[in-house]
């Protein structure tokens, strides 16, 4: 197996970096969590969320005996991935940039990419995994097209911030979402959201405008934020598309951003990317070397992923709208009164569970008893 990378690796990417506990138990499934856990990234086991006048706290809901979240800088997980690849046998060549996919016989029989040198050269595959990202090239050269696709609703801007003590907070105003999240080297990041269609005017006063966010949704926090130092450049994107390409076609398959990708607010790109990652070696298997069953594999494949990621790509765009209307207050001040439903709404939050396993008819038939119990 060979990885072609067009970045120096270890390097850090535009992308804030929650890994809910089902993704790190695939980590631990992979044998990678104890290592990434040893690099100093900080434990998170508590996980609140401030939506309007509702608070909600809760552990951190388990996943496969995991029950915690982390959020490791990228050039400490990429590098832990990169090395354990590695150790599995795969040749990793970075600084080199896939630039051409050539066909035989109507098929994908390979790709071209630059070397380090600034060289040329071309390798062939059985199957290339285009695992590119949101503006995959591959996907572009063997043609997958688009097959769903939403608006953008938001935009991002974030940096990081020493001394802030906490674990993953979130809050949540009309239009707004600010949160909070402890990494590596006593930094934390602070995020704030805003509409996609205030991105022209964000951006034109970034800093000022990521500042008042915070300011005006977690004044808290913003206090804290204001008693500490900033310790790298504020980043932002606008570039938070919604949407899926076709899985696969004969000889390639597209898996991570490059097939998917939604609006980072739920923060679930990274432990979508390993829950496909598992899927599509599950579906493969050893059928690689076999046309037939290596196109039933990356049916299934493509099956399994939409059903999976629809349903998470849905809540997604629905908590993208930062609509924090009157019926969503009053459902959020529902569930506030029970801990296993507010332990339930962090493990839908966390797709751990289904939406349906919480929102639905036995719930609202609660909540109307909870409402004429409380009138009368
Ligand atoms: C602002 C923001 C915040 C986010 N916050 C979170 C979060 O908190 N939690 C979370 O889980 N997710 C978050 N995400 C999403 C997350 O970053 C992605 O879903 C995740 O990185 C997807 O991984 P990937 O491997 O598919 O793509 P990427 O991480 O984009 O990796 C793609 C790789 O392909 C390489 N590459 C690209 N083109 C070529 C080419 N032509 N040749 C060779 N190599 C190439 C790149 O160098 C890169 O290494 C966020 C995203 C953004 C933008």
Known sequence: MLLLDRANLPSDTLSTHYIHSSGLALLARWGLLDGLMATGCPRIEQISHQVGDVGLAARVPAADGVDFACAPRRQVLDALLADAAISAGAHLRDACEVVGVPFERGRP???????????????????????????????????????????????????????????????????????????????????????????????????????????????????????????ERLRGT?????????????????????????????????????????????CVGDGLHDETRLSEGLQRFAERRIARFKPLYRMALLAATLDVSPYRLATLRFLNTRRDLVERYFAVSAGIIEARQLYNRQLFAQMSAHRTAATQ
């Open 109 to 231: 029989a390979g790709v071209t990419y630059r070397t380090r040198a600034g060289g040329r050269d071309t390798v062939s595959a059985r199957l290339i995994v285009g695992a590119d990202g949101m503006m995959s090239t591959i996907s572009d050269l063997v043609g997958s097209p688009i097959e769903i696709e939403d608006q953008r609703l938001t935009c991002i801007y974030y940096t990081y911030w020493t001394g802030i003590k906490g674990g993953f907070e979130l809050y949540e105003q009309p239009g707004r979402l600010v949160g909070a999240l402890p990494t590596h080297n006593n930094q934390t990041l602070v995020f704030a959201y805003f509409p996609s269609a205030e991105f022209p005017k964000v951006r034109t006063h970034a800093l000022g405008s990521y500042l008042d966010n915070v300011r005006a949704t977690a004044p808290g926090l913003f206090d804290r934020v204001a008693a500490s130092a900033r310790t």
């Open 238 to 282: 606008n570039q938070q598309r919604n949407f899926f390409r076709q899985a696969w076609g004969p000889g390639w398959v597209l898996v991570g951003d490059a097939g998917h990708h939604k609006d980072s607010i739920t923060a679930r790109g990274i432990t979508d990317a390993f829950e496909q990652a598992a899927i599509l070696a599950d």
